[in-house]
């Protein structure tokens, strides 16, 4: 038998992710720690509390946790409404080419610029009012931002996100083989008995998975909530930054960031499960 | 009695139909995203002397006063220094942390490929935010806040999943056949990084740094929390135009400056960069 | 300069499936030898060890009686021709061709005079400032040629260089490939499953199956004295027929099948069960009717199924009770389909195979 090798695979993957192992863990370490109290920052001291969990169940808390799962649902909701049926529209359009760039745009552009962008439109003397008050559809300016409803959040992530979703269902809805198709027009099928049995079905993970996707980024998302957003309720991740920095309640803002990240794991293990179901050509 | 119907021909009816498809969509993205930016252009040019609001629709008079005043009064110049700074820093350190391991995992049999990819989605698992203030209390406690070096490690976090990603597909489409040719014909393994794997990824490694360059950036939430007060990047300054004192004006400017490097990045991943690493780089599995 | 190749009883496994089963054979310096399979047969598997990128789980491969087992690839100095011509795509030609004479330390004042030479050998003068994408299918695999030859290697591997072009370049290809060889005088080992180019280029071949090898032997031998039922139904085309044995005499061999006996004039017929008669299409010879049948030849007669003309001779498909016979005769014949026929195959060109 020959002898085994040192494999040096395994001490070149410290590196790159040795680095974000560390560092994760570490921030959740002190998340953790701290919302028990475990951790000090400034002067060291410790005493394991669970103060910090039963104060955080608060009424700010819930109203920040309902804002959020509302616009994030919203928002995700919307997006892959706008989205599939028109993915579904472009299958066979040639002006894709040029249509793809475009679209991609948004999504390059970072949370703040969307959201003043869009703040820029909605607001009390933007251009979607003007326009609404020149076609006398309402009397006066409607309040569409740093309103209680959120509308403004939801209409950006929705800006930011219609662009990706397009991207993955176009290359969902591109990876149908044709011959498949063609079998099942063959077979008798006409366009919208195609569009039913095949195209759906075989896209409604990828659909599925970009749903997770936005939920998650809309949900742990800060810079749009807390610029575009109300002061009350705040978002989730507004609501623990300000417990942390405006109260000095570094125990309560912890329990929040945990609450938090059980959510976000349980969709992202979600968002795995989905992307393997994808990967094995859906079983 | 049945109306008579003249019948199209179908490939008429057709073809106006996949044209008003496209066409109409066509329309709508153009305005989704021409006119959120033509809005902030027209608002970047208003003259303070003739304020634009309701009922006109367009401002009536323009002026680069706002550019010149945010130029000169703010710390605009500043913040694009410093984000520069710490992009350049961010894209070097991720690119040599990211290029060891992107080969062990690319060409080299490992198991525990599963774990791999977890790793690579764990700063997803915690919310930006959380991450950020949790990291900044560690980052004080070491001395790194305020300094280029605090915000730069921070950035690397974010962006070494994207570098790792298309670093990986990168060495992975190397065809072994070429890297047995290079052995065949008398290559060490040191000549065969050098001579082969080197030139063939170099492509996928540009790619990664302008994706790693861009990221840090715009990077917000841990930019803000370590950084502030001392150093302010480009996201940050935006951020404080866009709170409390919101001025639409400042804002405009802002933001139309930070979507420069978007406007190049795009124009680059149109031109030179492959599908595959744009898949990689949206996260596709 | 070129060696003495010996491989001795290597076995190579993939976990349960067994790759090569124990393979062994000894190669003189300067042949070509071609390992000659149907996929899966373990020819690229067994070239992959020689070269050095498998290693054997156990058994020898010795270059000149030095083990190579140890040895990493980039050591052995052989020097291999891909399927793929795995050309480096971001060199050009003569940087290409350069590589092996830098990664070999040749001292770099000799390195135009041999690339110009090598790219001469293969008939690429000229275009050593290409890059590869630029050259078509066959000057490509030229220069995985010169490649190889630059840095005058112990032993030249081939593997399946040719498959990637079409019939007629190939048949041009593999006879410069054999001359350029001739020229060196390096050991060559060239792996195809074309069974066409292993006869038409090759000192030696050696047949596998199954990761184990069924024969060894010049190409005539391997044509007309198959040794068992694999190499006489894979070399060629052969009409086999179950049988057992019945009686030998000083140079004949009888033996009893299901439509008759059969004769075989054979020297060194030593099996006695699981044997079969095997004679090639092109040895029956019609015997048209009111003829004689010839003296020494068996019969073979039966119902025309369907006759196929290939331009430079026809082919016969023959009924025989259950079995169907192939018979190759001139182009001139007519045969209609449904009647019967009658051939006679000499016993000099029937065999008896093992299987």
């Given at each position: 038998m020959k002898k085994k090798k040192f494999e040096w695979g395994y001490l070149l993957l410290l590196p790159g992710l040795g680095y974000i192992g560390f560092f994760v863990i570490v921030s959740a370490y002190i998340m953790i720690a701290q919302s028990f109290g475990l951790y000090n920052a400034i002067t060291g001291e410790v005493s394991f509390t669970l103060e910090g969990w039963r104060n955080v169940f608060t009424k700010s808390f819930f109203d920040a946790l309902w804002f959020t799962l509302r616009t994030s649902v919203l928002s995700a909701l919307i997006s892959i409404v706008i989205t599939y049926p028109l993915a579904l529209l472009m299958q066979k359009t040639k002006a894709r080419k040029w249509l793809l760039p475009l679209i991609k745009i948004p999504y390059f552009v970072p949370g703040l610029v969307g959201s003043f962008l869009i703040v820029n439109l909605i607001d009390y003397h933007g251009l979607l009012n003007e326009v609404l008050l020149l076609l006398k559809i309402i009397s006066e300016p409607m309040r569409l931002r740093n309103d209680a409803n959120g509308i403004a959040v939801i209409a950006i992530h929705v800006w930011k996100n219609v662009p990706f979703m397009m991207i993955i269902m176009f290359s969902a809805i591109e990876g149908i083989r044709q011959d498949v198709k063609d079998c099942a027009r063959n077979l008798g099928a006409n366009s919208l008995q195609v569009l039913l049995h095949i195209t759906i079905p075989l896209t409604v993970s990828s659909a599925l998975v970009s749903v997770i996707l936005t939920f998650i980024r809309t949900f742990n998302d800060y810079a749009i909530s807390s610029t575009a957003g109300p002061m009350n309720p705040l978002s989730l991740s507004n609501l623990m930054k300000t417990t942390a920095y405006s109260y000095n309640d570094w125990v309560t803002a912890g329990c929040i960031g945990v609450l938090m990240t059980i959510v976000t794991v349980i969709f992202m293990v979600l968002y795995t499960v989905l992307g393997k179901y994808l990967q094995n050509g859906g079983k | 009695m049945k109306k008579k119907r003249t019948i199209r021909p179908r490939s008429l009816t057709k073809k106006l139909v996949s044209f008003m498809i496209p066409a109409g969509v066509g329309l709508i993205f153009l305005a989704w995203i021409v006119v959120p930016i033509g809005m902030a252009v027209l608002w970047s040019l208003v003259n303070p002397d003739y304020p634009w609001s309701y009922p006109q629709i367009f401002p009536t008079n323009l002026s680069t006063f706002h550019w010149e005043h945010v130029f000169k009064y703010t710390n605009i110049l500043g913040a694009i220094k410093n984000s520069l700074i710490v992009a350049t820093i961010t894209t070097v350190g991720c690119a040599a942390l990211a290029l060891p391991t992107a080969y062990a995992i690319g060409r080299r049999k490992l198991i525990g490929g599963e774990t791999f990819k977890i790793v690579m989605l764990l700063p997803m698992a915690m919310p930006g935010m959380a991450m950020a203030i949790f990291l900044g209390r560690l980052f004080s406690q070491w001395g790194l806040a305020n300094s280029y070096i605090g915000i730069a490690l921070a950035h690397i976090l974010c962006t070494l999943p994207l570098m790792l990603r298309i670093l990986t597909v990168s060495f992975e489409s190397v065809p072994q056949d070429i890297i047995d040719a290079a052995a065949n014909l008398g290559a060490k393994p040191w000549d065969r990084f050098k001579e082969v794997y080197v030139p063939m990824i170099v492509p996928g490694l540009i790619a990664g740094c302008i994706f790693t360059f861009i990221g840090s950036m715009e990077e917000f939430n841990l930019s803000f929390i370590i950084g502030a007060p001392a150093i302010q990047t480009v996201p940050t300054i935006l951020y404080s135009y866009l709170g409390y004192n919101f001025l639409r004006t400042n804002a405009s400017v802002v933001t139309l400056v930070m979507m420069v490097p978007n406007i190049i990045v795009l124009m680059l991943t149109e031109h030179f960069i492959k599908t595959e690493y744009l898949g990689a780089a949206l996260g596709k599995m | 300069m070129s060696v003495r190749l010996t491989v001795s009883d290597v076995k190579l496994s993939y976990g349960d499936f067994q790759a090569l089963k124990g393979v062994s054979f000894d190669i003189e310096p300067g042949q070509f030898v071609t390992l000659l399979g149907p996929s899966g047969c373990g020819k690229t598997t067994l070239l992959r060890c020689i070269a050095g990128f498998l290693e054997p789980q156990s058994g020898e491969i010795r270059f000149d009686g030095c083990?190579?087992?140890?040895?990493p690839p980039h050591k052995r100095n052989t020097a291999m021709c891909f399927q793929s011509y795995a050309l480096f795509p971001h060199k050009t030609i003569y940087e290409n061709i350069r590589f092996g004479l830098r990664m070999h330390k040749v001292p770099v004042t000799e390195h135009d005079e041999l690339i110009q030479k090598a790219m001469d050998m293969v008939g690429l003068t000229g275009l050593g400032n290409r890059k590869p994408y630029e050259l078509s299918g066959g000057q490509q695999q030229r220069v995985a040629l010169a490649r190889c030859v630059v840095v005058r290697p112990n032993l030249l591997l081939f593997?399946?260089?040719?498959?990637?072009?079409d019939a007629k370049l190939r048949e041009k290809v593999r006879v410069e490939i054999r001359e350029l060889q001739r020229e060196l005088g390096i050991t060559a080992i060239y792996v195809t499953h074309d069974q066409a180019e292993a006869l038409a280029i090759s000192d030696t071949i050696i047949a596998m199956n199954q990761g184990c090898i069924e024969q060894i032997a010049a190409p005539r031998t391997i044509y007309?004295?198959?040794?068992?039922r694999f190499v006489a139904d894979f070399i060629g085309t052969a009409n086999l027929l179950r049988s057992s044995f019945r009686e030998k005499d000083i140079c004949n061999v009888v033996v009893d099948t299901d439509i008759g006996s059969f004769t075989a004039l054979d020297d060194n017929y030593t099996k006695l069960d699981d044997i079969s008669v095997s004679w090639r299409p092109e040895d029956m010879i019609p015997v048209l009717e009111g003829q004689d049948i010839p003296r020494g030849c068996n019969v073979v007669s039966g119902i025309v199924r369907n006759s196929v003309y290939m331009g430079d001779r026809l082919d016969i498909f023959m009924n025989c009770q259950e079995h169907v016979f192939r018979a190759s005769v001139a182009r001139d014949y007519v045969i209609p389909e449904g009647s019967s026929i009658r051939f006679a195959v000499p016993f000099a060109k029937t065999r008896i195979v093992q299987g």
């Open positions: - | - | 083990i190579m087992n140890d040895v593997d399946e260089p040719l498959s990637n072009l007309d004295k198959s040794a068992n």
